[in-house]
Nanobody, 120 residues
């Protein structure tokens, strides 16, 4: 089985920074794309950023220039550095991974989420 565990969320004032981490573990053969999504109360889950195994990145317009996604392939870990945080960044942040296992299955796995709250 595969598990994704996020960490690094918390409460921060507007203008502050946080760094989220998400470590994937278990019966993993390879991971292609890893990403961060977020869901605010009463809203749909939305894409924040993705990164391929080769380092290619994509960002939501709302976070470009403020957030940076990175990954450590050796550790099966993805990071999200969040700077210049705004109250509208408040949400539950989820990581996901598009991966294949040693058993040959391919699927997208999700973490349980980590709360980010930005006070004004």
């Amino acid at each position: 089985q595969v598990q994704l565990v996020e960490s690094g969320g918390g409460l921060v004032q507007a203008g502050g920074s946080l760094r989220l981490s998400c470590a994937a573990s278990g019966n993993i053969f390879s991971i292609s794309v890893m990403g961060w999504y977020r869901q605010a109360p009463g809203k749909q889950r939305e894409l924040v950023a993705t990164i391929t195994s080769g380092g290619g990145t994509d960002y939501a317009d709302s976070v470009k220039g403020r957030f940076t996604i990175s990954r450590d392939n050796a550790k099966n870990t993805v990071y999200l550095q969040m700077n210049s945080l705004k109250p509208e960044d408040t949400a539950l942040y989820y990581c996901n991974a598009d991966l294949s296992t040693w058993l040959g299955s391919v699927a997208i796995y999700w973490g349980q989420g980590t709360q980010v709250t930005v006070s004004s």
